[in-house]
């Protein structure tokens, strides 16, 4: 591999010039939002894909960023830019990765670009953590608004009615931080390069077995990034993990949460209203109500408000700021009915999220039967890592059903998930169990829930087998 065009941190005066920047591979959803947020800060951007599908296609349509087919895009036309951004799904080793190194074009892969051209000079609240990421992002971003101010955020997710990412007034930017790998040629995780001040740990335990071997590599990562961090750090105490990493760094002032923590949430009612709960701040009793039911929305509500607090805003104001949240899709997302069947779709691919997620619906629909439809579609979920677990959790639900794997593992150290097992167990405990090998399969279990009253809950962060693209969808009723 020839990187000697690669931009690394030591050399930033390669970028003092940049004006032109071409986004390799752009309607990825991080990248898509990346690329705006450039665009929006006075760079001209412009993108190819091999295929470009909604809604990041129609979002970069909206926007007004030139893209175009890479077939289409020559290396004369490629090497007019000053800098190109190489989105992760760039294969080393690969034709792509062969010509972009061989463009003579200076190339940095998006968490970089974004930390060098537009992360620097913002106040950045990083979000991290195996689980809630993305929602807890969404949550203090709105939080925020709602607080009369105007932060910049960056999402990756699909949200409704506004765009994945906003440059704001530089007073706050909130980012989803990510522990994935950065790009072929960059193999340390995301949020290390975005100059993050504040940080927001929801979670931390083993996940992305398919880049990461054990749960101290996760946290090489986090050891890398912590000293770093100068303004606050607010840690969810229920992860042994969490804790074990924060031994290590006694200088830094935690705040810490959770079901375990002193300080709160304490749930104290939930109804069809949604959650009243209490936090402990400064030795001070605190109520709050939020339209948002599940433990895990309130612990997530609750680190945004511990850091909110710590910011020096009111209680009271921060109560009429959480009263009526909204979550990304995908996230408890009621696609509709279909007959006398409430149909979720949801995004949980770790046993701790299916097991958080089924609490939240079975809280909302007491008295309904619950059916569950799980794709264990990323690489970790189609591995054996979380055989346990996912038999487990997914047992709790009234009735279990596991797609076929979409392909082997890739998790290093793994073999495939056994769903014949997952089967086993919710059958051992007397729940009607199956395993589903096509789309009309899927289509089968969601007609025989419309026939009584239920709620047929979907998880996957793929597509379920192509369920959600299948003509089936336009008979569910929203």
């Not at 591999?1 to 390669?14: N, W």
């Not at 290390?192 to 996760?218: C, G, K, P, Q, V």
Request: glycine share 8%; charged share 25%; with cysteine.
């Amino acid at each position: 591999m020839d990187l000697s065009h690669q931009v690394k941190p030591d050399q930033i005066d390669l970028l003092k010039n940049v004006k032109k920047v071409f986004f390799y591979r752009i309607c990825g959803t991080g990248m898509g939002a990346a690329a705006c947020l450039l665009k929006e800060n006075g760079f001209h951007v412009e993108g190819g894909d091999l295929n470009f599908y909604p809604p990041m296609s129609t979002y970069l349509e909206s926007t007004g960023i030139p893209c175009k087919k890479l077939e289409e895009a020559t290396d004369d036309y490629l090497k007019d830019f000053d800098l190109i951004v190489v989105g992760n799904v760039v294969p080393r080793m690969s034709d792509d990765a062969r010509r972009i190194e061989q463009l003579g074009v200076p190339f940095i892969s998006f968490p970089s670009a974004l930390g060098f051209l537009v992360l620097a000079k913002q106040n950045v609240i990083g979000i991290a953590g195996t689980h809630g990421k993305t929602t807890t992002t969404y949550f203090l971003t709105q939080i925020l608004e709602n607080l009369g101010k105007n932060p910049g955020y960056f999402i990756g997710g699909v949200i409704e009615g506004r765009p994945p990412s906003r440059l704001g007034d530089g007073s706050y930017f909130v980012i989803e931080s990510d522990e994935y790998d950065s790009a072929y040629f960059e193999k340390f995780s995301k949020f290390r390069s975005y100059h993050i001040d504040h940080l927001i740990l929801t979670s931390l335990e083993f996940d992305h077995a398919d880049i990461f071997e054990s749960i101290e590599n996760i946290k090489d990562e986090f050891r890398a990034l912590i000293p770093n961090v100068e303004g606050a750090h607010i840690y969810c105490e229920n992860y042994p993990a969490a804790k074990e990493l924060a031994s290590e760094f006694k200088g830094k002032q935690i705040t810490w949460y959770g079901a375990n923590s002193v300080e709160g949430p304490s749930i104290l009612n939930v109804d069809e209203k949604g959650t009243t709960f209490e936090l402990i701040w400064n030795g001070k009793k605190q109520n709050f109500h939020t339209n948002m039911i599940g433990k895990h929305n309130i612990e997530n509500i609750s680190a945004c408000l511990f850091f909110c607090l710590n910011e020096g805003f009111p209680a009271e104001d921060l109560q009429r700021a959480i009263s009526n949240l909204s979550l990304v899709k995908r996230r408890q997302e009621i696609r509709g009915t279909y007959g006398k069947a409430v149909i979720i779709d949801d995004f949980a691919h770790h046993p701790r999220a299916v097991e958080a997620t089924l609490e939240a619906i079975r809280s909302r629909y007491p008295d309904k039967k619950l059916k569950v439809i799980f794709e264990p579609h990323s690489a970790t979920a189609r591995s054996s890592f979380f055989q346990e677990g996912f038999e487990n959790s997914l047992a709790e639900a009234d009735e279990v059903y596991i797609t076929k794997l979409p392909r082997p593992t890739s998790a290093k150290g793994a073999v495939d998930l056994d769903v014949q097992k997952v089967v086993v167990k919710a059958k051992s405990k007397g729940k009607e169990s199956k395993v589903l090998s096509s789309t009309d399969e899927v289509i089968e279990v969601v007609k025989n829930a419309g026939k009584e009253d239920s709620v047929i809950l979907v998880l996957s962060n793929g597509t379920c087998l192509g369920f959600w693209q299948s003509d089936f969808i336009h008979e569910i009723q929203k």
